[in-house]
């Protein structure tokens, strides 16, 4: 497989480089919400480790990216008035992957709605940041 690029989108986000609109970070982890959302609040988990793929991150990183998907999961339910979730991780282009360091999307759902295809809409940076702001008190001190 190949190796970790430092340069994909997401490593350049996590040493700043590039703006997102960030809900959560803990030593390990960092999410921030998806610029084209299946759903609203569609948020992405990161290890702060550099990794390519589920293949590659040891036991401890990947039970602290466990731990802080559920936590972001949990408080997406609450601010996006949501009735269940839909966790999915895709690993190297056969599976769907499309930004090469691990990710988690943590996409809230309502009983009855579709979710938009992959990349078929940019959401208003604008509601972006709003949403950001909802989701990050919410996610303040846990
Ligand atoms: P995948 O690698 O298939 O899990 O998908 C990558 C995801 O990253 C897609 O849902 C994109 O909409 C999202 N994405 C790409 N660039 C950015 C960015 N700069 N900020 C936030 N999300 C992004």
């Not at 430092?6 to 960030?22: D, S, V």
């Not at 040891?58 to 839909?86: C, H, N, S, W, Y």
């Not at 992959?118 to 008190?137: C, Y």
Request: charged letters at 20%; proline letters at 8%; zero cysteines.
């Amino acid at each position: 497989m190949p190796s970790y690029d430092q340069n994909n989108i997401f490593a350049k986000i996590l040493r700043g480089e590039l703006p997102a609109h960030k809900v959560f970070e803990n030593q390990k982890a960092f999410a921030f919400l998806d610029i084209m959302p299946r759903a609203p609040g569609h948020t992405l988990v990161l290890p702060k480790a550099p990794v390519r793929t589920i293949l590659d991150i040891g036991p401890e990183d990947l039970a602290d990216l466990m731990k802080a998907t559920q936590t972001i999961a949990r408080a997406a339910m609450i601010v996006f008035a949501a009735d269940g979730l839909t966790i999915q991780q895709f690993n190297e282009p056969a599976g769907g992957q499309v930004v090469f360091h691990l990710h988690i999307h943590v996409i809230p759902r309502k009983n009855g709605v579709a979710l938009k295809p992959p990349a078929s809409f940019k959401e208003d940076p604008a509601v972006l940041a709003d949403q950001a702001r909802r989701l990050a008190a919410a996610l303040k001190g846990v």
